[in-house]
């Protein structure tokens, strides 16, 4: 901006403190992209350097206690000293996994535009009312006067749940200049300042019988936050509701080191913690000579392990059974190294997935219109998952109107709140909103149907009227009908219209939810240069009903995929003297490519779980990636007979 150079010089008594390496400390606004970068370039900054915090082990003791989304880090019950001294086996291992960053395909992105002051945004996010609520906060205006749009997201995966700087930056400098701002990071400035996935160091001891049965877990969680924002890698969490065992300790510290705050990223906690829980269970079955899958088995849980109440549904037997069906574990080889095609090494690994089930309260609004098209609208997000074509099937299926003739929006808080899309939880929230609108929408014109005069309806009980592709009949007389769009012209042309608000029905006092699933896979080692191939994965999912099938496949198979790439491909390099991100960019950030993907095959039992909410669907989106990982390091385990602890399992950690 040409007004740069009248900004004021900073004192040295309010000089800001730099926090981590790539934290955003400037903007500058020019008419064209490389004239910013240009200009931005010319920015002398001076630094009193300090010295930073970055060692992750040697902040262990200073560590402190943490909780993600409300829930204590530290959670105990039974004894878990007295079940440890009672086993006759344990295994007590460290596994650890590397901070990973979320990369999306789209980049953050903020247009910012002042009207007086009313400000309008358009956002890569996965929370339009988050943003707005942020934004009217910072600025200080009524949140009617922030208006969010996002009508597409190109991939979140949790580091766009958060408002993160450059939104509110993105504003202030649309203010300064008295002009819309476009802010656009490019893929080196996603490394820091938008989240991340925090190191996990995770000590893991398990005690059992010589038969098998657990009798301990201790799980200890050491995770990196940054020195400005608590975020918390809930490791541990599954590991209270995946198997039976009367004794279990999770544990959770935070250590704080000068880098960019973590955040939610791809089943947090679960996809690091089920690679951990997963791997000692394998490690288990290994000493106890014992089948991994029978281990899993003899260690089958029908009620929540912690609280003893029972789960709202919980088929995970059936997902072992048709996986391993479906794989053919059964000719498993149980020695490691003693598969082969070739010279290749062939390893089979399993593992269980799980991911809780919940849903947060939502709006949704339904509108039949007298073109004879209908809306759906909520204020929720596309972020890659199908939430247009959710509500616009879960309209069709109530109204009984072809998906062609309705128009789904979202992304825009001109729509009723929806919740953020994250959790795996937008199908349970919005889906019974705009079921329950669309279920108003369609009681307001069957009474209209029945009520008017020179409907063929008329005097009917509105019981009787039903409708079906588009057309409004009599159950009892089918002939007497009329399409939907022909009676609202006749009442004045006027749309009708039903809002919905609905909250989580679920009882926490008497029912656990939780989507659990099986997931089975074999790689290939080359034993000259250690190179690791997914060969194929065969998973299968219980998460209540499916709404969709291909929407279904698509979020499974995405999950798996980033679960591969978990297990052997990201890893974020830190510079352990500055904490630069050495590899900032997607030609050094390792992500999985088609050819590092063998055959997915994935399929879901489908049973309803209708105490969570009205559609009985649990939501999909994240369990694909847990359990992968070590179902892949199991699978190397057993085609080399050599157990990396340490993600990713690259070729020098094999060699
Ligand atoms: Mo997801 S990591 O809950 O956005």
Known sequence: HRDLHSFPTRRSSDLPQVHYNNQP???????????????????????????????????????????????????????????????????????????????????????????????????ATQHISGVQKTLSKS?????????????????????????????????????????????VLDRPQMFGPVGARPETYQHLILGATRDGKLTAIRHEVHAHTSMIEDYLESSAFPTRVMYSCPNVATIHRLVQLNMGTPTYMRAPGVATGTYAVEVAMDELAYELKMDPLQLRLLNYTDVDPHTKIPFTEKHLRECYTRGAERFGWSKRKPEPR?????????????????????????????????????????????????MYTIMTQITADVLGISPDLIDARLGDTNYPEAPISAGSMSTASVGPAVQQAAMQARAKLLQLAVNDARSPLHGAAVEEADIKDGKIF??????????????????????????AQIKPQLNEKEFSCHSFGAIFAEVAVDPDVSMV???????????????????????????????????????TAVDPRTGRIMNANLADYHVPVNADIGEIDVSAIDIPDPRLDSLGARGIGEIGITGTGA?????????????VRDLPITPDKLV
């Not at 009892?476 to 006027?494: D, I, V």
């Not at 179902?631 to 157990?643: C, D, E, L, P, S």
């Open 474 to 499: 009599l159950r009892s007389a089918p002939g007497k009908s009329e399409a939907f769009a022909a009676l609202m012209a006749r009442n004045g042309n006027q749309p009708i219209e039903a809002m």
């Open 631 to 643: 179902a892949i390091a199991n699978a190397i385990f057993h085609a080399t007979g050599k157990r």
């Open 338 to 386: 003693s598969m082969r095609d070739g010279a290749q090494l062939i390893g089979w690994g399993m593992a269980t997935e799980t991911y809780p089930g919940k849903n947060l309260p939502s709006g949704a609004m339904v509108r039949l219109q007298p073109n004879g098209r209908v809306l759906v609208a909520a204020g929720s997000q596309e972020i890659g998952t199908g």
């Open 533 to 571: 191939r997914t060969r194929r994965v065969v998973a299968v999912y219980d998460v209540g009903r499916v709404i969709n099938q291909k929407l279904a496949r698509s979020q499974f198979t995405g999950g798996i995929v980033w679960g591969v790439s978990l297990a052997l491909q990201e890893d």
């Open 139 to 183: 600025f200080g205006i009524p949140k009617e006067n922030v208006h969010v749009v996002s009508w597409f997201v190109g991939g979140g995966f949790g580091c766009k749940g958060q408002i993160w700087s450059h939104v509110v930056l993105a504003a202030m400098a649309a203010r300064q200049v008295n002009r819309p701002v476009k802010l």
């Open 25 to 123: 400390i400037a903007v500058v606004v020019a008419e064209e992209l490389h004239q910013a970068q240009y200009a931005a370039s010319l920015l002398k900054i001076q630094y009193k350097e300090e010295s930073a915090k970055l060692d992750f082990i040697a902040g262990f003791p200073a560590s402190y206690p943490g909780s993600h989304t409300g829930i204590p880090g530290d959670l105990s019950f039974g004894d878990v000293e007295g079940g440890l001294r009672a086993a006759k086996i344990k295994i007590d291992q460290i596994y650890t996994t590397p901070i990973q960053h979320h990369n999306p395909m789209e980049p953050h992105a903020t247009m910012a535009q002042w009207d007086g002051d009313h400000l309008t945004i358009h956002d």
